[in-house]
Every structure is written in C-alpha cells, then in structure tokens.
C-alpha cells in the first residue's frame, strides 16, 4: 500500500518525548509514529474496519498492482 505524506504540528515537548522513545527502540521518528499511530488503530479495533473497506473499494492504483 502507497504511503501518504502530511504534515503534522506537536508541540516541542511532545516531539522530544517520540525522538527519545524512536531513539530508545531504534526507530526513526517517522517509523515510531507509524508504530504508535498503527498500534493505537488496532487496539480500538478499526484497523480491521479499514482494510475491510479498502478491500471492498480498492484504489485504481491498487487494482492495477494486482493485475
């Protein structure tokens, strides 16, 4: 899956805080809040509710990939 650039503004300490937990697990920042932002979509259960739409209604880039 086609990943999706954005910007995203924390405040200073919030930042420090996932520089030193990425460091700490040797992770970049980006790579730590793919993790928490993916882990936190599984623990409410929606992940699955995501993959299950996307199956359902799959982008043209996706449908080409599977041809």
Known sequence: MPKKKFV???NETTMKAVEKWAADEFRSVNGQLEWIITKALKEARRLKKIEAEEAKNPSPK?????E
Do not use: A, G, S
């Not at 996706?62 to 599977?66: R, S, V």
């Open 62 to 66: 996706e449908e080409d990939k599977e």
């Open 8 to 10: 995203l503004r924390v």
